[in-house]
């Protein structure tokens, strides 16, 4: 995708997302399950046990892969590809198929699914999906977004560690993303202990070390610590908490976060990964930079730091299957942030 240049979202750029988000959200195969079996009962194929998420490689890629289209039909419902996503989510966003994805999760040995990561992607989905006129998608996804929500809410108070990483196990990420539902819905519980969460977890941390990237990093765990305390925090505690969180920022150190990553392989599932971390430090970036204030020295070099990742990941996000499946949810949250 020749957009390298590219620094907001143009219905032009929206139409080729959602020309390939349309492309893979129901396409069967391949796909990476995340299935625990429990016996000879449980070999089904993934239409049976996922009637909504059985697309894009796998169950957390379509969940966002809708979120995408979602996001993109309210933004351009003027767009050619509009008339094809209400036919989509007319046809999978039902109470029906939504009660079978809430059976798959009542199953025993599904306590883990997807944890954080899909549960996230989930309620942002949902999230989406109430702002949209009419009730009929958003409603029949309700109770799977509850089921979403109630397990973060059990979850939360016994987990003692943060998960520092890279890849789907963030938890900065996962709650930086729930905490979107938790205000779209009201639900001031989930909004309230993600909050604590947050700060119990993050808000000691100071000069950071940016050790990153690891191989296989789609997000960086530096920013997207800084991204989940942004959500949780009024914007002069934020500005205080990331001065002592990257102090030397304005001189572009550590120079691991102002350098966008190479990615040697994009047949390579993991390693095509670093395209995503490119777009989403693109996204924390500007976002970050959004909060902090117009005179702080930061703040230009955060926003350079953003189109410089963002051009390196943008042009990739169609190609490979290995990133085409997915890559273009990062890139807009880059381009809207």
């Known amino acids: 995708m020749s957009s390298s240049s590219a620094s907001e979202l143009t219905p032009e750029l929206a139409g080729k997302f959602a020309r390939l988000a349309l492309g893979h959200v129901t396409k069967p195969y391949p796909y990476k399950l995340d299935h625990v079996m ?38 351009f419902p003027q767009n050619p590809e509009a008339t094809q ?54 409603q029949a996804l309700r109770p799977l977004a509850q089921a979403f929500a109630d397990r973060f809410k059990s979850f939360l108070p016994k987990a003692t560690y943060p998960i520092r990483t890279g890849t789907h196990y963030s938890t900065a990420f996962a709650l930086a993303l729930a905490s979107e539902y938790a205000g779209e819905v009201g639900d001031h519980d989930l909004a309230q202990l993600i909050e604590a969460t947050a700060k119990g977890w993050y808000l000691a941390d100071a000069g950071a070390a940016a050790w990153e990237p690891s191989g296989d990093d789609f997000l960086s765990p530096t920013l997207v610590e800084a991204e989940c305390l942004r959500r949780v925090l009024s914007a002069a505690d934020f500005r205080l908490w990331f001065a002592r969180f990257l102090p030397e920022a304005a001189s572009r150190r550590p120079a691991s976060l102002f350098t966008p990553a190479s990615v040697s392989d994009r047949s390579d599932g993991k390693i095509a990964h670093l395209d995503g971390l490119n777009l989403s430090r693109a996204w924390c970036w500007r976002s970050i930079a959004g909060t902090l204030a117009l005179n702080d020295p930061v703040r230009p070099v955060a926003l350079a730091s953003a189109d410089e990742h963002l051009a390196a990941g943008l042009e990739h996000v169609a190609g490979d299957y290995m990133g085409e499946h997915w890559l273009a949810t990062f890139a807009l949250l880059a381009l809207e942030a």
Not at 108 to 118: I, L, M, N, V
């Open 85 to 138: 996503i209400r036919a989509l989510f007319d046809a999978n966003l039902t109470p029906a198929k939504a009660a079978g994805e809430l059976a798959y999760l009542a199953r025993p040995a599904s306590g883990g699914f997807e944890r954080p990561y899909g549960w996230a992607w989930l309620l942002m989905l949902a999230a989406e999906l109430e702002r949209h006129d009419g009730q009929a998608w958003a």
């Open 38 to 75: 429990t016996g000879d009962e449980d070999v089904l194929p993934p239409r049976v046990l996922h009637p909504i998420f059985h697309g894009s490689f796998d169950w957390h890629s379509c969940v966002h892969g809708y979120w995408l289209l979602a996001r993109l039909l309210r933004r």
